[in-house]
């Protein structure tokens, strides 16, 4: 059985309603660490030192700058005597960024905790460093080249297979992998007027989802708000309409795989 739950389902823009676009699995592997990462976790009650595993896309701001904060929890709140460790996969070179954004935010503070306890890993592949049970491989995607777009896709033990796009728009790389996922988290990231093949749009995405009428794709890092809100819509609080096996999916929004099937919880 895996479990596993939008933490923030929201673009960078941070709709109304939704943190920025942060997926939680198994309670110990985070996607990605945007700024909203910390507050995300509160929300959950859990701390950075329940985190073991972070996986990291690519290097746009609203998917990796809160990793200073992940750190500087950890190293002054969640885990002063520092016994974890936390293991970091992320996209070559990405080892000196993450270090370069830890100096910026706090000088001085966070790096002689990140040579003891940060474990970095550039491999484009193999076993989830911190976990049992998880394998992955990334992925490149299509979005602005600089930032180094990969998407993941992991497999458990149990033979489930969950895909996350990463930022992206329509690709080769992601279509040929959807055959033998599970599930598919992809991220939506404009609405259909916004012209740029870097993104999924409501359009592009309901043209993947009918040509692959039996694969689940949850859409995240969402334009638009959350209708539930409660608040004042402040980009879009129209949904798109797209096809059944699209789930538009909102903030704190958890689910089951077992036995095959996917449930929500
Ligand atoms: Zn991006």
Redesign the pocket.
């Known amino acids: 059985m895996v479990r596993f739950e939008f933490l923030g389902t929201g673009n960078?823009f941070l709709p109304q309603g939704r943190f920025h676009s942060l997926l939680l699995v198994d309670e110990e592997i985070l996607i990605d660490t945007p700024p909203t990462a910390l507050a995300s976790l509160r929300r959950r009650e859990l701390t950075s030192s329940d985190i073991k595993t972070i996986m990291i896309t690519?290097w746009?701001g609203?998917?990796f700058f809160g990793f200073p904060f992940l750190v500087l929890d950890q190293k002054y709140i969640s885990d002063r005597e520092a016994n974890q460790k936390l293991n970091v996969h992320c996209p070559e070179n990405g080892t000196e960024k993450l270090k370069e954004i830890c100096e910026l935010a706090y000088p001085g503070s966070l790096l002689e905790r990140m040579e003891t306890n940060v474990i970095f890993n550039e491999k484009p592949n193999g076993e989830i460093l911190g976990v049992n049970g998880w394998n992955f491989e990334r992925f490149e995607v299509f979005?602005?080249e600089v930032?180094d777009?990969h998407g993941y896709l992991l497999t458990h033990e149990s033979g489930f297979r969950l895909m996350h796009t990463?930022?992206s728009g329509p690709c080769e790389s992601i279509e040929s992998r959807i055959i033998g996922c599970d599930v598919v988290v992809i991220e939506l990231?404009v609405p259909d007027h916004v012209n740029t093949p870097?993104h999924f749009r409501p359009e592009t995405l309901k043209e993947l989802a009918n040509k692959f009428p039996k694969t689940m794709f949850l859409a995240t890092h969402h334009y638009a708000d959350d209708i539930n809100s409660g608040k004042k819509p402040y980009l879009s609080n129209d949904l798109p309409k797209l096809p059944d096996n699209v789930l538009q999916v909102c903030d704190e929004q958890k689910f089951e795989w077992a036995d095959g099937r996917l449930r929500i919880l």
């Open positions: 960078a690519h746009h609203d998917h979005h602005d930032v777009p990463g930022d990231g870097f």
